[in-house]
């Protein structure tokens, strides 16, 4: 943390702010408990790729937290931990996009969707419904269904309106060489 920039502090406040209100405010229920279409995953992908995995971890795993809190009254420790590694990887992945320099090609989406794909495994496939079922005793049956949903859905977020934000941000950087003389 010794070696975050300012300009990263302040964003992972924004993004975490973002992350709790649209996810507070702003969800679509999928008819299976407590499991809805989480639109805040979009603003993740976004401020995962320009500021990176740390910060990628840090604002949904506050953000989540924050939700948690003020939803239900205690954190859901399970799938913050979720939550945040699908920020984190979602991260690292952006590293590989140029958005910065206004480039994000199709191969660019194509590695957004499927990275995020992958992410949804690790995160709402594995870490979540193991650790419902060792932290909170759920029913095995139950964390799956609602993991491969969620995951689903939070992957479907980001391949419709993540990577929607990632290109007009994109679209919004001037890039080199593309400035000419009149």
Same mark, same amino acid.
């Given at each position: ?9 302040? &964003?992972? @406040? ?8 649209? !996810?507070?405010?702003?969800? *679509?229920?999928? =008819? $299976? ?48 931990? &979720?939550? @945040? ?8 992945? !952006?590293?590989?996009?140029? *958005?910065?320099? =206004? $480039? ?48 689903? &859905? ?29």
């Amino acid at each position: 943390m010794k070696n975050l920039s300012i300009k990263t502090v302040v &964003a992972i @406040g924004i993004g975490a702010a973002l992350f709790f209100l649209i !996810g507070r405010f702003v969800s *679509i229920p999928t =008819g $299976i408990p407590n499991t809805n279409i989480q639109l805040q995953y979009a603003v993740l992908a976004l401020f995962a790729a320009l500021y990176g995995p740390l910060a990628g971890f840090l604002i949904a795993f506050l953000g989540s937290t924050l939700i948690d809190v003020t939803a239900f009254g205690n954190p859901w420790w399970s799938w913050i931990l &979720a939550a @945040g590694v699908f920020g984190l990887i979602l991260g690292f992945v !952006g590293k590989k996009l140029r *958005i910065e320099s =206004g $480039i994000y090609t199709k191969k660019d989406i194509a590695l957004t969707i499927v990275s995020s794909l992958i992410a949804v495994i690790i995160a709402w496939g594995i870490l979540a419904p193991i650790g419902d079922i060792i932290i909170y005793q759920q029913p095995t049956e139950l964390v799956f269904v609602q993991g491969l949903v969620a995951g689903l &859905a939070n992957a479907a977020t980001v391949a419709i309106a993540g990577t929607a934000l990632l290109a007009v941000y994109a679209k919004s950087r001037v890039g080199s060489g593309t400035l000419t003389k009149d």
